[in-house]
């Protein structure tokens, strides 16, 4: 099956400070999202994208297909962004997501 | 428009016992996927399913079991409980298979 591998696996950051998260995947696929986890558990869906660059916020993603790689900013980095993000791909039989282990951010006041 | 909602949110099991947990999807979603989330294996896929049917499973064993309903409400089932299956499981919805996926909170079942 795919192989999804995130870096770093761990980050502190000073709030105000920007971000650089990766995605690297070992196969074509579907679609690719990113989600952050909360506290309570909930994944929260940041975004849906398969190819090019979308932008919410404070937080932009680029996704790459053709090289197999995504990457989440995070600007000036608030403690509410602290948690857990994931990268998640979806198989070209667009069945199931792969998640990746996830980037483990605290944001220090 | 609500988002997804499962329930219960916590729920402690005895080894051997069953139990069914339940999702609602968003209204107008069709597909709900159902994931593990364990500290040593991370998230795993469950199954999919979309228009009742289910689409995919993943790597577990017969003891998980799922469906889903005309309404698109799902709902998995594990049966003679292990301590392994302490988790939290997290139920996603989307309007059709392939396309943005909204998780609910998730319940977080303890085996004891």
């Known amino acids: 099956g795919i192989q999804v591998e995130q870096s770093p696996p761990d980050l502190i950051l000073q709030e105000g400070a920007n971000s650089t998260l990766r995605c690297n995947f070992s196969?074509?696929?579907?679609?690719l999202q990113w989600f952050h986890q909360n506290p309570w558990g909930q994944l929260i869906n940041l975004f849906y994208?398969?190819?090019g660059t979308k932008q919410n916020g404070r937080l932009s993603a680029t996704t790459v297909a053709t090289e197999r790689y995504s990457l989440l900013y995070i600007s000036s980095s608030q403690t509410t962004d602290s948690g857990v993000y994931f990268c998640?791909?979806?198989?070209?039989?667009?069945?199931?997501?792969?998640f990746g282990g996830g980037t483990r951010l605290m944001v220090k006041p | 428009k609500a988002g997804v909602t499962q329930t219960p949110r916590y729920l402690i099991k005895t080894r051997g016992q069953q139990v069914t947990l339940s999702c609602s999807p968003i209204?107008?979603?069709?597909?709900v996927s159902w994931y593990q989330q364990t500290p040593g294996q991370g998230l795993q896929f469950l199954f999919e399913?979309?228009?009742?049917?289910?689409?995919n499973k993943g790597n577990f064993p017969g003891r998980f079991s799922g469906r889903q309903f005309s309404n698109s409400r799902s709902e998995m089932n594990v049966s003679t409980l292990e301590l392994g299956d302490s988790a939290l499981y997290l139920c996603?919805?989307?309007?059709?298979?392939?396309?943005?996926?909204?998780f609910g909170q998730g319940t977080r079942l303890t085996v004891v």
């Open positions: 998640a791909v979806e198989n070209n039989a667009g069945n199931m997501l792969t």
């Open positions: 209204s107008g979603h069709r597909s």
């Open positions: 196969d074509s696929v579907n679609n």
């Open positions: 399913y979309f228009s009742e049917t289910q689409r």
């Open positions: 994208i398969p190819s």
């Open positions: 996603a919805s989307s309007l059709s298979p392939g396309q943005q996926a909204f």
